[in-house]
Nanobody, 124 residues
Framework: QVQLVESGGGLVQSGDSLRLSCAMA????????MGWFRQAPGKEREFVAG????????YYADFVKGRFTISRDNAKNTVYLQMNSLKPEDTAVYYC?????????????????WGPGTQVSVSS
């Protein structure tokens, strides 16, 4: 059974940066595509970024391109989300997700496991 735990959220000001981490346990990390999603108050959970095997195989939602970078360390079973130039509209709970297999998965129901989430709040 896959277990995911996010960390690194917090309260920052507009323009600041944050780095989220997600550690995976329970299965072979390299067999999984990893994704980040977010859910703002009153809104549906949405895809943010994904990484397949290595940092050369990444894909993003249009609204974060150029600001966020997803990466993974297969030796540490960890995926990261570097968030730069944060905006108040980036305020949300950020979730890490794992999908067994390799592909560009962006839909919630494609993922097999989820972390509990970490809150990111950006003040103006």
């Amino acid at each position: 059974q896959v277990q995911l735990v996010e960390s690194g959220g917090g309260l920052v000001q507009s323009g600041d940066s944050l780095r989220l981490s997600c550690a995976m346990a329970g299965r072979t990390f390299g067999e999984y595509t990893m994704g980040w999603f977010r859910q703002a108050p009153g809104k549906e959970r949405e895809f943010v970024a994904g990484v397949i095997w290595s940092d050369r195989n990444t894909y993003y939602a249009d609204f974060v391109k150029g600001r966020f970078t997803i990466s993974r360390d297969n030796a540490k079973n960890t995926v990261y989300l570097q968030m730069n130039s944060l905006k108040p509209e980036d305020t949300a709970v950020y979730y890490c997700a794992a999908k067994r297999g390799w592909g560009t998965y962006t839909a919630l129901n494609q993922y097999d496991a989820w972390g509990p989430g970490t809150q990111v709040s950006v003040s103006s």
